[in-house]
């Protein structure tokens, strides 16, 4: 996903992806008045290859559970009302929270979409949100720094949304922020997250530009 957004980036847009068939869209994101924000947890980006292989594992098992009940070859497949009718077949419970958060995260990039088609930017943070919860308690891919660092933006006036961005294990969140509540919400964070870490988190104020392309 990273090398396709960077090839693919429009300015003041977003992708939206399907990583199946590599068809996409660009959405259109309207911030008038609003910031993104990415924070830095300085915790080592480590996408422990135990970890992950575990959740690859885990979503199979839901997966084979599932088809006994509904012929699917992905999570991403399933609604979240078709998840209601077969989430009862998959008798391993973590499987079960992975797989949980998989349909749910997908229906939430649906939402997010057509959100941000509309201009609500509101609700597109509360998806935001949402997400990272998701990632928190069903997924559990965070970890206490990127916990710590969002917790405290979701604490701040003026903050959207906020989540933790890329494979998780530590690395960055992204925020959306008024961009009266900037300087508040560094203060606030920084504060908060080096109580709860002892670590000092690094703040960047980011715009949505386009893609690589040649320099003439």
């Known amino acids: 996903m990273d090398q396709f957004a960077s090839a693919q980036g429009k300015k003041d847009h977003a992708i939206h992806l399907n990583c199946d068939t590599l068809e996409f869209e660009h959405v259109p994101v309207k911030l008038d008045g609003i910031k993104v924000v990415i924070t830095n947890t300085h915790s080592p980006h480590h996408l422990d290859s135990g970890a992950y292989n575990d959740r690859v594992r885990q979503c199979h098992t839901a997966v084979e559970q599932i088809s006994k009940v509904k012929p699917i070859k992905f999570l991403a497949e399933l609604t979240e009302d078709d998840w209601k009718e077969v989430e009862s077949?998959?008798?391993?419970?973590?499987?079960?929270?992975?797989?949980?958060?998989?349909?749910?995260?997908?229906?939430?990039?649906?939402?997010?979409?057509?959100?941000?088609?509309?201009?609500?930017?509101?609700?597109?943070?509360?998806?935001?949100?949402?997400?990272?919860?998701?990632?928190?308690?069903?997924?559990?891919?965070?970890?206490?720094?990127?916990?710590?660092?969002?917790?405290?933006?979701?604490?701040?006036?003026?903050?959207?949304?906020?989540?933790?961005?890329?494979?998780g294990f530590g690395g960055c969140t992204v925020s959306l922020v008024k961009e009266e509540a900037i300087d508040r919400f560094k203060a606030f964070v920084g504060t908060e997250y080096e109580k709860k870490t002892g670590l000092k988190a690094d703040f960047y104020v980011a715009e949505i530009g386009d893609g690589v392309s040649r320099l003439e």
Request: proline letters at 3%; charged letters at 25%.
């Open 89 to 167: 077949a998959i008798t391993d419970p973590i499987a079960k929270k992975r797989a949980r958060h998989v349909v749910g995260e997908v229906a939430r990039t649906a939402a997010a979409v057509e959100a941000l088609k509309k201009g609500e930017i509101a609700y597109f943070g509360e998806l935001m949100t949402a997400s990272h919860v998701s990632l928190r308690d069903d997924y559990e891919v965070t970890g206490p720094e990127l916990d710590a660092l969002a917790e405290a933006a979701w604490q701040v006036e003026g903050v959207l949304g906020s989540r933790m961005t890329g494979g």
